[in-house]
């Protein structure tokens, strides 16, 4: 069934962030190898993409490939290299259509030529789309953002354009992959794992998870739908009380 913005109340996550897990175990048990998996999951990342578009989420950041993965099994690596390369080709069309701006984040200088090539064509490309932004995460870990941007932080140190009694707990947002970004309200990870696995470490400091038992490839739209609605009956507490909470504006229907 269709849903609207609406279906899901006043508690909407303007920025989504997703672990996209189970690629692998998902195809081996269809009895496929694993790499049909990647390329089954770039059919969700394309469903939840569009629906999240759709239904007005501000970002969508998606964990593609972590600077762990890079141990994985060559054959693997290239293929996930390939995809993502096709898939910046193949997804422009989709991307124009929706109004969406694509970014990468991470140590992406650690890429092959071609795909951060079409990465960075992909992006100019969509520069000017002010509808949803899509962030790929790639060649991600948290520990290597931190510790690109307490290198930028010491080196504006040394050069004096920045003293240490200035750095506050907002100081070093300036200094991550796309501080412009907000935080992310809502942390999904497919394949019942429990964990964050290097992911957004310091941005999902008050995220709410989502943990959904099924593999990625199986994530579509019913199961986004299911993951806004249990977002939607959260309480967001910051670390305060809820009596601290601003009180709720009376709605439209309720008068004054
Ligand atoms: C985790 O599944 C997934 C990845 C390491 C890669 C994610 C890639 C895709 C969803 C497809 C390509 C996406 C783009 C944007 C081109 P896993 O292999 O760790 O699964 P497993 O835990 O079952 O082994």
């Known amino acids: 069934m269709c849903k609207e913005r609406s279906d899901f109340g006043d508690d909407f996550p303007e920025h989504i962030a997703i672990i996209m897990d189970g690629n692998g175990r998902w195809a081996k048990s269809q009895g496929w190898k694993r790499v049909r998996g990647h390329q089954e999951g770039v059919n969700s990342v394309r469903a939840i993409t569009t629906e999240c578009a759709r239904l007005g989420v501000k970002s969508l950041t998606l964990y593609a490939f972590s600077v762990e993965n890079w141990k994985r099994p060559k054959a693997e690596v290239s293929f996930l290299m390939k995809l993502l390369r096709s898939f910046l080709v193949d997804e422009r069309p989709t ?127 019913p199961e986004l739908h299911a993951a806004l609605e249990s977002y939607g009956g959260r309480t967001r507490k910051y670390g305060g009380l809820v009596s601290d909470l601003p009180p709720e504006q009376p709605s439209p229907s309720q008068g004054r």
């Open 95 to 221: 991307l124009m259509e929706n109004n969406i701006r694509l970014i990468g984040i991470g140590r992406l200088e650690d890429l092959p030529d071609e795909s951060l090539a079409e990465l960075r064509e992909t992006e100019l490309m969509t520069a000017g789309h002010d509808g949803m932004k899509l962030r790929l995460a790639l060649s991600y870990g948290s520990r290597s953002e931190l510790a690109d941007a307490a290198r930028a932080l010491a080196e504006d140190v040394v050069a004096g354009k920045l003293a240490p009694k200035d750095i506050h707990d907002e100081t070093l947002r300036d200094y991550l992959y796309d501080p412009t970004t907000a935080d992310p309200d809502l942390v999904i990870r497919t394949a019942g794992e429990m964990r964050l696995s290097n992911f957004l470490l310091w941005q999902a400091s008050y995220s709410e998870l989502y943990v959904a038992p099924m593999g990625w490839p199986e994530f579509r739209e």
